[in-house]
C-alpha cells in the first residue's frame, strides 16, 4: 500500500483522527491514546513493521505529554521507500496522571522504549510487565526529563552547596 | 542443579564497557538474561536542552565514544532540516569520505575488542594499530583524534589540507595489505570458527520483530542500508554494495563486519576519484543569536552499527526543545541480547554481545 492510498484507508477506517502529509513526505497521525494499539496493528499490517523510536515531548505550556512512535518499513531500495514513507503517530496525554496502553502486544522492541518513557517522564504504560528503573540509580519527585524538574535544585539539595569556583587572581 | 543468579560485568573479563547482565543460571546454562544498563548515564539529552543549536556539538560526540562522526552527521541534518539549510556538493563529497573512514576505524576498534575478548590477542594488536594510522589522519584533519566536531550544520568545518586525499589513499593501501594477515590468522582460522557457527542464532523474522537493524540483520540476509534506503550526503550517487550472510549467527556477523570495511575502503576510493571542486560550506547565522523555527525533523544515518535516528523538537528558540537519538545499541543489547542469551552458554555471553556490537554509552546517553 503506497502512502496516498494509506492515507484515504486510515481516514476511512478510524473515525475521529487526524492525517495529514507534510512537507517533507510524513504522514502524520494525530490520534487519541485510546487508539494507540489499534493503528499500530493496522499500520503493522500494512507493511509498516520497524517502529524505529518511541519518544515523549513534556509540552509544560499546553499542559500535556506528547507521544510520538515513528514507524518506517524493512524496506531495501529507495525507490519502494519512497512510496511508502515514514509514519508518525502522535497522541495526546494530560500531565495530571499520565496512563497510556502499552504496544508490546504489537511491537516487541517498545519494551525498554516504554520502560525509559515510565522512567524519565513519568508516565504510566498500562499492561507493561516490568516498569522497574532503566537508567537512573534513585527516586525523583519530580521524574528529571519534565520541563519542570529544577536541575540546580537538585543539585543543592542533594550535594547541599554547589562548589563555589574560586575567582583567578589578577 | 541448583539456579545461580550471577552478576556479569561491568567489571568482568569477558566484557568489554560499562554494560551489565544479571544472568540466572544452571551449572553453565543461561536461563534468563536481564539487561542492566545506566553506568554510564549522563543524561545528554537533557543537557541539550540547556545549550545553543551549535554548543551542542561537543555533547553530541560524546553519545558514541567509537565512532563520533555519525552522532556529529545525524545532528548536523537534523539541524539542517528544521533550519532549511543547503549544504554543497563538495562538502557532501567530503563528508561521504569522511564518514566512511570512520566505520573503518570502528570496524577495527570492533575487531579489536572481538579478538581481544577470543583471545586473539595478536590480531586485537594489529587492529588497534591500523585504527590508529585512521586516528592519525582525523588529526591532521581536525586536530583531535577521538572526537573530531568536523561536520556541522552548512557543510564541513574547513577544506583537506594540500595532498591529504593521497595520504588517505596511501594509509588505506598500507592496511589493505595486511588483509592476507588478518584472514590467516583469524578469520581462516579453525579456532574462530569453532568458537562462532551456530552460536547467537537470530532469525530473519525474530531480528524484524525485536527491531533489529545493522549487521544483525544483514546477517541474516536482509541487506538493509539505510545509505541505500534513504540516501544522504552523496551515497545515492556512487555505487556500492550491501555484504550480506545467511545464517546469523556470530560467525555471520563477524564476517559481515569483514566485508564491510573491504567495501567501506573500495567506497572511499571511488569518492576520493569523484570529489568535485567548490565551497565546502554556506554560512550559518551567528551561533549565540541562532534561532530555529518551530518544527520536528526525524533523520536517521547508517553507522557502523546500524540506523542511527535523532528526533529533534524545537519550539521557535535558541535551544532544542527535544532532542532523543534512536541508537542501534539501543535495541540490540536491551532487547535482542536478552532473548538471544537465554539458553547460551556463560563462555559465549561476551562472545555474542560484542557480535551484536553493543555499545554501553551508546544505550545509556
Known amino acids: ?170 | 542443579m541448583r539456579e545461580v543468579e550471577l552478576f556479569f560485568g561491568p567489571q568482568h573479563l569477558g566484557m568489554v564497557g560499562n554494560f551489565s547482565i544479571t544472568l540466572n543460571v544452571e551449572g553453565d546454562k543461561i536461563l534468563k538474561a536481564t539487561a542492566n544498563p545506566g553506568f554510564l548515564h549522563r543524561g545528554f539529552e537533557k543537557l541539550m536542552e540547556y545549550r545553543t543549536w551549535m554548543q551542542n556539538f561537543p555533547l553530541v560526540c560524546r553519545i558514541n565514544v567509537v565512532e563520533p562522526d555519525h552522532m556529529e552527521m545525524a545532528y548536523s541534518m537534523a539541524v539542517e532540516k528544521l533550519a532549511g539549510i543547503e549544504v554543497p556538493e563538495r562538502a557532501q563529497w567530503m563528508r561521504s569520505i569522511y564518514l566512511e573512514l570512520a566505520r573503518v576505524g570502528s570496524h577495527l576498534f570492533g575487531l579489536w575488542a572481538y579478538s581481544n575478548m577470543l583471545g586473539f590477542d595478536t590480531v586485537a594488536q594489529w587492529a588497534m594499530y591500523h585504527r590508529d594510522l585512521i586516528l592519525d589522519l582525523f588529526e591532521e584533519l581536525t586536530g583531535g583524534r577521538v572526537y573530531h566536531i568536523y561536520i556541522w550544520p552548512g557543510g564541513v568545518r574547513r577544506d583537506f589540507p594540500k595532498g591529504f586525499t593521497d595520504k588517505i589513499v596511501e594509509t588505506l593501501h598500507s592496511i589493505g595489505k595486511c588483509v592476507p594477515d588478518y584472514n590467516n590468522t583469524f578469520f581462516n582460522n579453525p579456532l574462530f570458527y569453532e568458537r562462532t557457527r551456530g552460536i547467537g542464532k537470530v532469525t530473519r523474522e525474530e531480528a524484524e520483530k525485536w527491531g533489529g537493524v545493522g549487521q544483525v540483520l544483514r546477517a541474516t540476509g536482509k541487506p538493509f542500508d539505510i545509505r541505500k534506503v534513504e540516501p544522504y550526503a552523496v551515497y545515492d550517487k556512487v555505487d556500492f554494495d550491501i555484504p550480506t550472510r545467511e545464517d546469523g549467527d556470530v560467525y555471520s556477523r563477524i564476517m559481515v563486519i569483514r566485508d564491510e570495511m573491504i567495501e567501506s575502503v573500495h567506497l572511499i576510493f571511488k569518492l576520493i576519484e569523484g570529489l568535485p571542486k567548490g565551497e565546502v560550506y554556506n554560512k550559518v547565522p551567528n551561533p549565540f543569536k541562532w534561532k530555529i523555527g518551530e518544527g520536528e525533523s526525524y533523520v536517521r544515518v547508517e553507522s557502523s552499527r546500524g540506523e542511527l535516528g535523532l528526533y529533534l523538537v524545537s519550539d521557535g528558540g535558541d535551544k532544542p526543545y527535544r532532542v532523543h537519538f534512536r541508537t542501534p545499541s539501543y535495541s540490540h543489547g536491551l532487547t535482542i541480547l536478552e532473548k538471544v542469551l537465554e539458553g547460551a552458554n556463560i563462555s559465549d555471553v561476551g562472545n555474542i554481545m560484542i557480535s551484536m556490537y553493543v555499545v554501553a554509552p551508546e544505550i545509556d546517553r
Open chain 1, 1 to 170: 500500500m503506497n502512502k496516498k492510498n494509506l492515507i484515504d484507508e486510515l481516514k476511512l477506517t478510524f473515525a475521529d483522527i487526524q492525517v495529514n502529509e507534510d512537507e517533507n513526505g510524513m504522514i502524520k497521525i494525530h490520534a487519541k491514546k485510546e487508539q494507540v494499539k489499534t493503528i499500530l496493528r493496522y499500520l503493522k499490517g500494512n507493511g509498516y513493521d520497524h517502529l524505529a523510536l518511541v519518544s515523549c515531548v513534556d509540552w509544560i505550556n499546553k499542559k500535556e505529554f506528547e507521544l510520538i512512535y515513528i514507524l518506517t518499513s524493512y524496506l531495501n531500495d529507495n525507490k519502494s521507500y519512497q512510496e511508502k514513507g515514514d509514519v508518525y503517530l502522535k497522541i495526546r496525554v494530560t500531565r495530571g496522571g499520565p496512563e497510556v496502553e502499552t504496544v508490546i502486544g504489537v511491537f516487541e522492541n517498545a519494551e525498554p522504549y516504554e520502560r525509559e518513557i515510565h522512567e524519565l517522564f513519568g508516565i504510566n504504560f498500562r499492561g507493561h510487565p516490568r516498569l522497574i528503573p532503566l537508567f537512573l540509580e534513585r527516586e525523583y519527585d519530580v521524574p528529571p526529563f519534565r520541563k519542570d524538574f529544577d536541575t540546580r535544585k537538585y543539585v543543592e539539595d542533594f550535594f547541599n552547596s554547589i562548589p563555589v569556583i574560586p575567582e583567578e587572581k589578577t
